[in-house]
């Protein structure tokens, strides 16, 4: 990943900006950087790129700057490029599982789960396809599908959590008042 990663930003340094070498160069650099966990430079990347490029570009470098927004912890930026994939239309399962995990994150639980049988759906199709071919190529949507099941259980300790404390404070009211007829 680290000689792939240097041909490409060399690439990009060659190549006139705007132009299709440049934006092959640039997703390349962006997928190398992705690979190799360097999220803050994936990051800075994707973001002084970002309005360089062109929408195709856009639609394949939204996945990964979201994701390094995620890692980072800028759920604004997340939200702008999960965003993006919806409104391009070009969002599929990758889509249906960042907004999970935002909606997760902003506590909408119902759309949490709804993104998550979304993403699910999706990659079922994908992923029969995929097995059909070879374990290496399902092996990254096999990890996705563990992920969702995780999200899933996430989802569901949380809703319990929300009843719980419903109940308790349903409960605490009751005896307050109970208390106050004494």
């Known amino acids: 990943?680290?000689?792939?990663?240097?041909?490409?930003?060399?690439?990009?340094?060659?190549?006139?900006?705007?132009?299709?070498?440049?934006?092959?160069?640039?997703?390349?650099?962006?997928?190398?950087?992705?690979?190799?966990?360097?999220?803050?430079?994936?990051f800075a990347v994707c973001r002084k790129e970002w309005s360089r490029v062109e929408p195709p570009a856009r639609r394949s470098m939204a996945p990964v700057a979201a994701h390094a927004a995620w890692q980072?912890?800028?759920?604004?930026?997340?939200?702008?490029?999960?965003?993006?994939?919806?409104?391009?239309?070009?969002?599929?399962?990758?889509?249906?599982?960042?907004?999970?995990?935002?909606?997760?994150?902003?506590?909408?639980?119902?759309?949490?789960?709804?993104?998550?049988?979304r993403a699910r759906e999706l990659l079922g199709a994908d992923m029969s396809a995929l097995v059909g071919e070879s374990y290496e190529r399902a092996y990254a949507d096999m990890v996705r599908v563990q992920q969702l099941t995780e999200l899933e259980e996430i989802v569901i300790v949380k809703a319990a959590e929300r009843a719980t404390k419903s109940m308790h404070c349903f409960i605490s009211n009751q005896m307050l008042r109970n208390l106050s007829l004494i």
Do not use: I
């Open 1 to 42: 990943w680290d000689d792939a990663l240097k041909a490409y930003e060399r690439k990009v340094e060659s190549t006139k900006p705007g132009s299709q070498p440049h934006a092959e160069a640039l997703l390349g650099q962006c997928r190398c950087l992705a690979a190799l966990a360097e999220w803050e430079t994936l």
């Open 72 to 117: 980072l912890g800028d759920w604004d930026q997340m939200r702008n490029y999960v965003n993006f994939m919806s409104h391009s239309h070009s969002a599929g399962a990758e889509g249906a599982f960042l907004s999970a995990v935002l909606d997760l994150h902003e506590g909408d639980l119902e759309s949490a789960a709804e993104a998550t049988e």
